[in-house]
């Protein structure tokens, strides 16, 4: 713009390679400062069909007399005053003139520290996992692995069950008693979700039954703790070994039975086990416990 000021229009347009109309178009906008070049809005400042005036006074005068009314049925008394816009057109133009009240703001999760556990046993993650139906060939079959690990030192203990209830779980629970205490660990406390197979916790007509895996953790001596509900990332380390059970067991397996997939679950839970993880310096969950048992 300088440059056409000083030397022209014509010469500028062939010293840049740009048309006169161009460079007019842009000098009659431009004030001496770059801001006047910057790109404006192209939004027009009618409409033929926009709002009337007494279209838009209705509009107020109804919104002021019925201020909780619902949007359609707020429609729907426009229509019988002799209002003709749709539903859509009425939203926009109230929304325009500032007759919605403001969204709250929603407070903002803050995470409580973990609690970093100081022996094993101390508290162990138990979860099922749905085994996928591509990996079964059996159409009609239904398999679930329960899965336990020990915070602490990750060791983990897999089980096979053609059913997901509370059956399944006191079983459960009381063979993972035992297999950890064969390797010298004291299960204290077991961590669940809010499933209908280990609590009736949002049971309409049981909430106050105790399910048989509670009762069986009374029976011996376990603490159950419940996970907040809606937030498996409680959770954490159990649902991140399911992850890596998708990756390393089911995308490449299939069981024809229920014998059949608790061995090949009894492999998987052995090579999981003696995986080196980087939580444990590089050590496999086996190496790491044995240094505190």
Not at 110 to 124: A, C, L, N, S
């Given at each position: 713009?300088?440059f056409?000021?000083?030397?022209g ?18 000098r ?14 192209r ?11 007494a ?8 919104r002021r007399?019925?201020?909780r ?5 707020f429609?729907?008394?426009l ?7 749709c ?8 929304r325009?003139?500032?007759m ?22 101390q508290?162990?993650?138990?979860d ?14 239904r398999l ?9 030192t ?12 509370t ?9 993972l ?25 949002f ?18 001596g ?6 907040r509900?809606y ?12 992850r890596?059970d ?8 299939s ?5 059949d997939?608790?061995?090949q679950?009894?492999i ?20 790491f ?5």
């Amino acid at each position: 713009m300088k440059f056409a000021q000083k030397y022209g229009v014509s010469r500028a347009s062939r010293k840049y390679n740009k048309s006169r109309s161009y460079i007019y178009f842009w000098r009659s906008r431009w004030d001496g400062s770059v801001e006047s070049l910057a790109c404006q809005s192209r939004r027009p400042h009618s409409h033929p069909n926009q709002h009337t005036e007494a279209e838009l006074k209705l509009i107020r005068n109804m919104r002021r007399r019925n201020p909780r009314l619902g949007m359609v049925e707020f429609w729907h008394r426009l229509r019988k005053c002799g209002y003709t816009r749709c539903p859509e057109s009425l939203f926009r133009v109230m929304r325009k003139m500032g007759m919605f009240p403001p969204a709250e703001k929603k407070k903002t999760y803050v995470p409580k520290p973990y609690e970093q556990m100081q022996f094993p046993g101390q508290r162990v993650q138990v979860d099922v996992k749905v085994v996928p139906r591509k990996c079964i060939a059996d159409p009609e079959l239904r398999l679930y692995q329960y899965t336990a690990i020990d915070e602490f030192t990750r060791l983990r203990f897999l089980a096979a069950y053609p059913e997901q209830s509370t059956y399944s779980s006191a079983d459960f629970l009381q063979k993972l008693y035992k297999w950890y205490a064969r390797r010298g660990i004291h299960v204290e406390c077991v961590q669940t979700d809010n499933g209908f197979e280990f609590t009736n916790r949002f049971s309409p007509s049981k909430k106050h039954l105790p399910t048989l895996f509670e009762a069986t953790a009374a029976q011996l001596g376990i603490q159950h703790k419940l996970i907040r509900p809606y937030t498996p990332r409680h959770n954490g380390k159990v649902e991140r070994s399911h992850r890596e059970d998708q990756k390393r067991f089911y995308n490449c397996h299939s069981f024809f039975s229920l014998d059949d997939f608790d061995k090949q679950l009894q492999i998987h839970n052995r090579r999981s086990n003696n995986i080196p993880m980087r939580p444990l310096r590089w050590l496999s969950p086996f190496e790491f416990s044995v240094q505190y048992v």
